[in-house]
């Protein structure tokens, strides 16, 4: 059996994102551990180097020896494993995946995410949907009970460069808001996804009733939008890392 890990980077969980790796190599039973590991690694921030070579260094020092295999889900996550030196991989070679671990931008009772505000929703939900595990980690001011509660910078949505107009009206009309192109820093214009696609950042009302999911598959029926930030009934569990260095653990009811 291959195992598969996606990381998700996030500002100060370089330490519980090794751990997950730590207790994933090495509590996993003899059954289903093998010595060619497929490691997904999620676009991340500069915690990223760091967290890489920890895996390097934990792989090295594991009875087994694992060869590690690392599939990016962005540009610069690719650069990262290429950089530290570690093997680069892809859904081609591993399209199955025992265990994807990533961040979220914010997380409610139901481990229902919102994530895509680092502009890689798209591809970061392909590789969910091909895990048997799909582990959030993240920081306490992530963790809410309902969506919007903390996280004010919308719901990410991708869409097609000559629809995001028509798109922006409909999303609006049926559920108001306000869904925003997302601006580039560093350059003029709108950000441009690695596959080449605008953002809209829908802020929703906070007191939207509809559930969800019925929103997420009302949002994918518009001609033009190719994939949202909202992550619905994909989580098993998600960690959160408190304020006082504890850890809290959450867990799916499906």
Known sequence: ?????????????IF???LCIWCWLTCAD???TTTDEAIN????????????????????????????????????????IVNNHLTLGDLDTSPQLDIVIDGADEVDAD????????G??????????CTKQFIIIADYTKNSERLGQQYKKGIPIEVIPMAYVPIKKKIEDKYDGVAKIRMAVAKAGPVVTDNGNFILDWHFPFDIEKSWKSISEDLKYIPGVVETGL????ANK??????DGSVKEQSSIM
């Open 238 to 243: 998600a960690y959160f890392g408190m304020a």
């Open 111 to 118: 481990l229902t995410l919102i994530k895509g505000g680092g």
């Open 1 to 13: 059996m291959e195992i598969a890990l996606i990381i998700g980077l996030i500002c100060g969980a």
């Open 120 to 129: 890689c929703l798209l591809q970061e939900k392909i590789i969910a949907s």
């Open 41 to 80: 690694f999620c676009c991340g921030d500069i915690a990223a180097s760091a967290t890489l070579s920890c895996m390097g260094h934990l792989c090295a020092s594991c009875e087994e020896n694992l060869n590690v295999v690392c599939v990016p889900t962005s540009f610069q996550a690719r650069q990262l």
């Open 30 to 32: 003899d059954e289903t």
């Open 16 to 18: 519980l994102t090794t």
């Open 231 to 234: 992550f619905v009934n994909m």
